[in-house]
């Protein structure tokens, strides 16, 4: 099973300013990677698929990087709407299906 | 627009069973293969099974596997979970939702979801 391992679980930001995000596999998983955003009492909504390729809709400021085991979701400036939890999660080698602990942006 | 609608949730005797459905709509539906994914009170995302946009590949995960059955009529536009032997650590909310790519289950990312459906295993 590839293990993906988010990192901070928890980071505080302001409006305006940028936020990173990093997810790390426990063994290359090329560029099959995503990310979702889940507000609370809400299901999560698909981001970035690819490692890099934006969804249907998603907002330019949010973007992805990285192949193999490093991977990294940016938001350049933070709206209020983009306080929530954000998971990555992999699809190179399954099942299972696996996903990242999460990280929770918070208002600083 | 794509729509995913699950129900059947509820509170539930450990040992017991439950089915969960989950129909869609604004899409293809036998084009595409669906997901359930689980999230337990306060924590994160749990894969727990897949079904073939034709029903003919099912895989589960090791935590589900023989417990639980996924299956598909596409007549309806539905997908079924139907979990038996339920325990404690089944307590979750489960989400359906759909491949990302049209006959392409293989590439294992959730485009479209469903607002979930809460099971509770409890005496």
């Known amino acids: 099973e590839i293990v993906m391992t988010q990192s901070p679980a928890t980071m505080s930001v302001s409006p305006g300013e940028g936020a990173t995000v990093s997810c790390r596999a426990s063994q290359s998983v090329s560029s099959s990677l995503a990310w979702y955003q889940q507000k609370p009492g809400q299901a999560p909504r698909l981001l970035i698929y690819?490692?890099?390729t934006r969804a249907t809709g998603i907002p330019a400021r949010f973007s992805g990087s990285g192949s193999g085991t490093e991977f990294t979701l940016t938001i350049s400036s933070l709206q209020s709407e983009d306080f929530a939890v954000y998971y990555c999660q992999q699809y190179d080698y399954w099942p299972p299906l696996t996903f990242g602990g999460g990280t929770k942006v918070e208002i600083k | 627009q794509v729509q995913l609608a699950e129900s059947g949730g509820g509170v539930v005797q450990p040992g017991r069973s439950l089915r969960l459905s989950c129909v869609a709509s604004?899409?293809?539906?036998?084009?595409?293969?669906i997901h359930w994914v689980r999230q337990a009170p306060g924590k994160g995302l749990e894969w727990v099974a897949v079904?073939?946009?034709?029903?003919?590949?099912?895989i589960y995960a090791d935590s589900v596997k023989g417990r639980f059955t996924i299956s598909r009529d596409n007549s309806k536009n539905t997908v079924y979970l139907e979990m038996n032997s339920l325990r404690a650590e089944d307590t979750a909310v489960y989400y359906c939702?759909?491949?990302?790519?049209?006959?392409?289950?293989?590439?294992?990312?959730?485009?479209?979801w469903g607002q979930g459906t809460l099971v509770t295993v409890s005496s």
């Open positions: 690819g490692a890099s």
């Open positions: 604004g899409f293809t539906f036998n084009n595409y293969g």
């Open positions: 079904i073939w946009y034709d029903g003919t590949n099912k």
């Open positions: 939702a759909r491949a990302g790519v049209a006959a392409a289950v293989q590439v294992g990312y959730f485009e479209y």
